[in-house]
């Protein structure tokens, strides 16, 4: 099946610095991949939809200077977390979206996540 | 707005259980409906889905039927296993956007 690679998986970082996070679809391209944000035991909140070769679109709430996004090829998104703070500590998770076969409903695969830890 | 409202739990069953767990939604259009799962330590994984009413999606032993008249698209398993201990998420996502809107997960454990 359609794998998504997140790296790293875990990263810890002193508070002012700058973390990136990197999304791959490993045997598919995505023209789209989403990421989202998971706070301790509660839903996946969408940040940001990623469109290879054009400008992020953000959720209302999202702050785009903090929270870059690139996605370059049809296979890499990356998010770059700003100048992070404690509270940017969550899990940060990706998907992909693969447009499979024609007729049948596209389906997103997700990365396993990303722990950012900022001291 | 679309949303997913879904029972928090968290859940406890014993091994060979009965498993639902309750999801309803509300969108402006026709969405596609998901189930996915969180294994401790892991990414989510589609466990189902259903693109249109009366649709049954299945998978593992899971079932959820999308009940377009009550706006509903519960999870079910006859008999569950300690493997089936995991987060579980009900998700809409309407065609023109292909965004995924997610419920707020449901813990559930199955004991030996």
């Known amino acids: 099946g359609a794998v998504v690679s997140q790296h790293p998986s875990r990263v810890i970082c002193k508070s002012g610095t700058s973390v990136k996070i990197e999304c791959r679809s490993l045997?598919?391209?995505?023209?789209?991949m989403f990421w989202y944000r998971q706070f301790p035991k509660k839903s996946l909140m969408l940040m940001a939809t990623?469109?290879?070769?054009?400008?992020?679109?953000?959720e209302q709430g999202v702050e785009k200077d903090k929270f870059l996004i690139n996605h370059a090829s049809l296979t890499l998104s990356t998010l770059t977390v700003t100048s992070a703070h404690p509270e940017d500590s969550s899990f940060y998770i990706c998907?992909?979206?693969?447009?499979?076969?024609?007729?049948?409903?596209?389906?997103?695969?997700f990365g396993p996540g990303t722990r950012l830890t900022v001291l | 707005g679309d949303s997913v409202t879904q029972m928090e739990g968290p859940v406890t069953l014993s091994e060979e259980a009965f498993l639902t767990i309750n999801c309803t939604y509300t969108?402006?259009?026709?969405?596609?409906l998901f189930w996915y799962v969180q294994y401790p330590g892991e990414g989510l994984q589609l466990l189902l889905k259903?693109?249109?009413?009366?649709d049954k999606g299945s998978n593992k032993g899971f079932e959820a039927t999308y009940r377009k008249e009550t706006t509903s698209f519960h999870l079910e398993k006859g008999s569950v296993q300690v493997s089936d201990s995991a987060v579980y998420f009900c998700?809409?996502?309407?065609?023109?956007?292909?965004?995924?809107?997610f419920g707020a997960g449901t813990t559930v454990t199955v004991r030996a």
């Open positions: 045997d598919f391209q995505a023209t789209t």
């Open positions: 990623s469109n290879e070769g054009s400008k992020a679109t953000y």
């Open positions: 969108a402006t259009g026709y969405p596609s």
């Open positions: 998700a809409l996502s309407l065609s023109n956007d292909y965004k995924l809107s």
């Open positions: 259903a693109t249109k009413a009366d």
């Open positions: 998907s992909a979206r693969d447009l499979g076969l024609a007729g049948v409903v596209d389906t997103q695969y």
